[in-house]
């Protein structure tokens, strides 16, 4: 049963609380999602599957659950800074720096089981077709 818009919106509300229980149901998975601390000053709402979030998962392997590139915050980071760049662009020319670093400009895709805001998160989660609501208080 597709989770109406009005419902959501209560989600949302939800989130943005302190304490807070929501969780849902996306295929084989229980998803839950709690408020943890991220640093000394802030708060991030973090995405477990199955009650854990394990190491493993963010490098990649064959152990990681399907559900996570739709679940998690696809995040991306230059493999090389601005200002390696511009050095190397300065030194070579651009030409040359296709020829001397082909991945110069490439960047690295990753996902991260944490979300900034609720209204992101829930923007995330409302494309999911199977997701059903067990939990929301």
């Not at 708060?43 to 399907?66: H, Q, S």
């Not at 390696?84 to 960047?107: A, M, N, T, W």
Request: hydrophobic share 35%; aromatic share 12%.
């Amino acid at each position: 049963m597709p989770i109406s818009k009005e419902k959501w919106t209560e989600i949302e509300q939800t989130l943005k609380g302190f304490c807070f229980t929501v969780q849902f149901q996306y295929g084989e998975y229980k998803i839950s999602i709690e408020r943890v601390r991220a640093s000394e000053n802030q708060m991030v709402l973090c995405v477990y599957i199955d009650g854990e979030i394990k190491g493993g998962w963010f490098t990649g392997d064959n152990e990681r659950p399907a559900c996570i590139p739709d679940v998690w915050r696809k995040r991306t980071k230059a493999v090389y800074s601005a200002k390696f760049i511009k050095q190397v662009e300065k030194i070579y020319g651009k030409r040359k720096c296709k020829v001397e670093y082909p991945d110069l400009h490439s960047k690295q895709i990753y996902h991260d089981c944490t979300f900034n805001t609720a209204k992101s998160l829930v923007s995330q989660f409302k494309k999911l077709a199977d997701l059903e609501l067990l939990e929301a208080s």
